[in-house]
């Protein structure tokens, strides 16, 4: 059997604006970044382990942990506005075009989820062997009633489908994305829907404490709590 040729990315852009400095900053004791890298080397099926950025310093302190850092990300992939499908498919292009080098799979991992654990990506990665998934991607559960708000502050139901029960025991369990937790995607059709959500995408439900995407200074002192208490945390649940 031909072993598959897994390629994990990490994304990280300098840009950051609520969190300047993100990807580099500490996080208890250590870049935040290192954390996801220092995960990332531990999974087995993975053959290399690349970060994406436009950023020297962040591409310097990336190579301290392990993690490859080839190419810098072209400034108009490293704005704000930018599409990280983009980036990613740019990346791809520079991989086969210079090293001929093209991945089986992507593992799509965010520095902003530092209490993931191992056990998320092989977990997915499980799902993505055993099933006909083209995508694969980690949810945690929500409140299964959902609005948005339009320019009037007139409030909607987003399953207005099943507004009519109030008993939310009725209610189909709800699911959002965790912060991309965890991404596993086929090269083939990632290349070809132009997304790491793909028509036929499954999905691992994970934790909802361990879901916090560090986007906000808020985010960030709970992920630092969460973090130094997380053996306890898991203790308790599992005693529930």
Not at 82 to 104: G, M, W
Not at 185 to 196: D, H, I, M
Not at 203 to 223: G, H, Q
Request: hydrophobic share 40%.
């Amino acid at each position: 059997m031909i072993k598959k040729k897994i390629l994990a990315v990490i994304p990280a852009r300098a840009g950051s604006k609520r969190i300047p400095n993100k990807n580099i900053r500490n996080f208890l004791g250590k870049p935040l970044i290192a954390y996801t890298i220092q995960q990332t080397l531990k999974v087995p099926f993975v053959d290399r382990a690349l970060v994406d950025t436009d950023s020297p310093k962040i591409a310097a302190i990336a190579r301290r942990y392990g993690a490859e850092a080839p190419f810098l990300r072209p400034a108009n992939l490293a704005t704000d506005t930018a599409s990280a499908n983009d980036a990613l498919l740019h990346l791809l292009s520079r991989l086969k075009n210079e090293e001929n080098y093209v991945p089986d799979y992507i593992l799509y991992l965010q520095t902003t989820s530092p209490l993931r654990e191992l056990k998320d990506i092989e977990d997915c990665w499980k799902l993505m062997r055993t099933s006909n998934a083209t995508s694969v991607l980690t949810v945690c559960s929500t409140h299964p009633r959902l609005y948005y708000m339009d320019n009037k502050q007139n409030i909607i139901l987003v399953n207005g489908s099943e507004k009519q029960s109030t008993n939310v025991q009725q209610w189909r369990p709800a699911y959002i994305l965790n912060g991309c937790f965890v991404y596993i995607v086929k090269t083939s059709a990632f290349l070809k829907e132009r997304s790491v959500i793909t028509k036929n995408t499954k999905a691992v439900v994970c934790d909802k404490w361990r879901s916090v995407d560090l986007d906000t200074p808020e985010d960030w002192a709970i992920a630092e709590l969460l973090y130094k208490n997380k053996k306890a945390l898991k203790v308790s649940i599992e005693k529930i």
